[in-house]
């Protein structure tokens, strides 16, 4: 292989890495949904914060009774090293977009599917929360019931017993619901518009 041909070997392998302004246009386009994300994730780590700190106060901000504040604060405890589990996880992925910069199609590959993953990822934090939710749920119920005078456990009534039933599998049923649109509204149509810039660079 003399010069020449080495120059030419050269100059196609540098051919293959050159992005084109018209994709470069493209590919940086993808950095406006992209911020629309980190906004959401970060005022979404801001509440959800909040909110933890603001739950541990409610048995004396609403009065509970003495015999409930102990077993509360026991299922509190477990509540929050689940929070703090994937808070932490989201409060990395967050780390990580807010140093991704979308100028190649390996970076804008990867961004996408690390949004994908850490969608998923929320929704197991909102499933992993719905036991504590029916915990509430039924001692709340349960409370509410108790106050009727000479009430034992064993004397809930067939109607009582099916309002418990009712009351907790509908609140599963629009916790998941809800969970679905809330992530999908402020995440994943966004991530569908990263989608469509990736899928517009296949056709190329």
């Not at 979404?44 to 077993?71: C, D, H, M, N, R």
């Not at 749920?137 to 000479?150: A, M, V």
Request: proline share 3%.
């Amino acid at each position: 292989m003399d010069f020449n041909d080495i120059q030419n070997a050269w100059n196609n392998e540098k051919a293959e890495n050159v992005i084109l302004p018209d994709n470069l246009e493209k590919i940086e386009s993808a950095n406006t949904p992209l911020d629309k994300i980190r906004k959401n994730l970060k005022k979404e780590l801001l509440y959800q914060s909040i909110s933890v700190i603001f739950i541990g106060f409610v048995p004396y901000l609403y009065a509970f009774p003495e015999k409930w504040i102990a077993p509360f604060y026991l299922f509190f405890s477990i509540f929050v090293a689940v929070c703090v589990y994937y808070l932490v996880k989201l409060y990395l992925f967050y780390k990580r977009l807010n140093k991704i910069t979308l100028s190649t199609k390996d970076s804008l590959y990867e961004t996408y599917f690390d949004i994908r993953l850490n969608m998923e990822l929320y929704k197991t934090f909102g499933f992993a929360l719905t036991p504590f939710m029916v915990l509430f749920l039924i001692g709340f119920l349960y409370d509410k019931f108790s106050k009727q005078s000479g009430f034992q456990l064993n004397d809930f009534s067939n109607p009582q017993l099916i309002s418990v039933f009712t009351v907790v599998t509908f609140s599963i049923l629009f916790m998941g619901l809800a969970l679905e649109w809330w992530v999908y509204y402020f995440y994943g149509k966004y991530a569908k518009e990263i989608k469509k810039v990736i899928d517009q660079l296949k056709e190329e």
